[in-house]
């Protein structure tokens, strides 16, 4: 097992970044209307979830898309051209980040699911993770991402090189994007 702490970059705001931002405000407003509003605001949380599995599973992501018709750049997308120059993240193996994607997407569904049949408590679940979100995106550390690094999950994304304490992911040598 690893030790030290993963962070992701947090010197400029990439599409990657700026989509967890933005997928966790949304997911804390769909958790908010759902349990104090109407149940069925849950399935909002459902749609954020299948969106993560599949951004995971095609690397296609929509909100990616936008961001890039707006002027981000990716730090997670495929390299040279794509089709009708749209964003797709890199799919070429299971990195850290792309099962950070996978994980959330299915437990949000399994939240979903159980705060729909079950107690509108399973709410909390999403709304900890749209929390977590916005953390990730504000200050570069992920609870998760942390675990699966410690459990030797590969990240693309390389910490900052200003960080007081940075990890490289790899030991000594810098990891390609």
């Not at 966790?24 to 909002?44: E, K, Q, S, V």
């Not at 299948?50 to 018709?69: D, E, I, Q, R």
């Not at 730090?75 to 890199?90: C, E, I």
């Amino acid at each position: 097992m690893r030790t030290g702490v993963y962070i992701v970059p947090t010197n400029r705001w990439y599409i990657e970044r700026t989509v967890w931002l933005i997928a966790g405000i949304i997911l804390l407003i769909a958790t908010a209307l759902a349990f104090l509003a109407h149940p069925l605001f849950a399935l909002l949380v459902a749609v954020l979830g299948a969106f993560s599995v599949t951004v995971a599973l095609t690397g296609f992501c929509v909100v990616g898309n936008l961001l890039k018709a707006v002027g981000f750049t990716p730090a997670l997308g495929r390299p040279g051209p794509t089709p009708h120059n749209l964003y797709f993240m890199q799919t070429d193996r299971w990195y850290l980040e792309r099962r950070i994607y996978l994980v959330v997407g299915i437990n949000l569904n399994i939240a979903t699911v159980l705060s729909l049949t079950h107690t509108m408590w399973w709410l909390a679940f999403p709304a900890f993770v749209g929390v977590a979100m916005v953390w990730f995106a504000a200050t570069g550390f992920c609870i998760m991402a942390n675990g699966l690094y410690w459990l030797g999950a590969e990240p693309r994304l390389v910490p900052d090189a200003c960080d007081t304490h940075p990890v490289t992911p790899l030991g000594d040598r810098p990891i390609s994007a």
